[in-house]
């Protein structure tokens, strides 16, 4: 078949647009896809890189956040010690009698606590001093530890007068580390003849003291008394809820502090816009208390954080009721001691505790487990003799005397008599037979 010049001209166009269509396609088309995914895998490397960036600089910032923080940690520590160690204790306290011209004859180191403080563990070890010495020799030892380079706490402080003119009593020392210590040795070893007694120093009121005597002499105790009330043996309780649909169940667990069993207690708080709380009503012989111990102790084994306060609950023989405060938040993991200060007011004992009480506040639902085990009060084994118990920054505490008036009193603390309606407004006393021996006054400090 014969086609005309037009027709092949016509034909080699369309070849030649086929050919430019078909090259575009296949060359042209790939090297454009391929463009535009390197184009994608660029823009997603910018975004890696900008996030890699951001991860740097945030980095960095968190760095910084941190080191500042180390820094802060580092001041706070300086102010505190790291392992509180006895002999450092001792030395301590040697060095501030020998100082301040007082005298101790005996030193008592309560039981070793840990606490959590902002996820770190904070140790404590409690000392009691028993001194002797003028007012001025008082001072200048309160100055020596206010101005110690690590923070001494002064946890309470009783001032007698003696009958030579001088003051003594006993003072409560709070020493705080952030390493674990070593355990409280029971006794305090020489190896080679006799050792410098830092509790007698040579001063006007000791003449007869030896600069270098047997260390036997020295009176340090190192356990206070402490009388076990409940150590949960025998499932002798019964638990009470604040309403209905709060779950509670107790049993015994091998997993003790004390003896062979623990009380093991699942609660389940439902969700609630009040206050709820699961009473463990502490059955069998009443748990009474004859004479006021220092305070109440009771180990708590904690399997998560919980936002709940453990209290106890005192009786006195008429009916008046009274709260133990152990701690507002179980904030911790594993076995925890926690203590209870009680009323230190002679007059209300005998005392019952006649139970623990377990309280949610939250108003969220709150369930888990917690165990308990060696509730017991701890006492002083030398009871303190002098009439202030406690000093705070406003109120002083004192412990009526035998044959003690109002008038004596308001003139002791204020060399006044105008002060006798004042102490007996804020103590609640409306005659003068309300004052008996052993009761505890509050005074305003002057």
Known sequence: MKISKRERNLLIILLTLVFLWGYNELVLGNQNRAIESLKAQKLEKDMDYDTINRYIALEKELDA???????????VKKNYFGA???????TIIYDFLNASNLTSNSLTFLPMKNEDYNHTKLYSMSVTL????SYSSLLDFMELINGYEKKIIVDSLGIAASEEGLLNGNLLLTFHGFEESQQLNTQWMVTEGSYHNPFVHNGDFNDEASSNINFEDIIIEFETSRVLLEDYMELNYS???SHSNIKANGSLNSNS?????????????PK????????ISLGGSPLVIKDPPMAINLWVYSYNPADLILRGRLKTTDSQVYTLDFTNNINWVGWNQVSALIPQDKTLYPIELDGIMIESTSGNEEGGVLLLDGLEAIYNPEPVVDPIIMEEDEFIHYEVQPNDTLIEISMRFYNSNSYVYEIMRINGLEKESDLTAGKILIIPKP
């Open 84 to 90: 509180i160690i006895q002999e450092d204790i001792i």
């Open 239 to 241: 638990l009470n809820s």
């Open 130 to 133: 028993a001194y002797q010495g």
């Open 257 to 269: 502090k004390v003896k062979d069993y623990s009380l093991k207690l699942e609660y389940n708080f």
């Open 272 to 279: 609630r816009d009040e206050t709820s709380h699961v009473f």
């Open 65 to 75: 956040s941190l080191k500042e923080l180390e820094n802060d940690a580092d001041e």
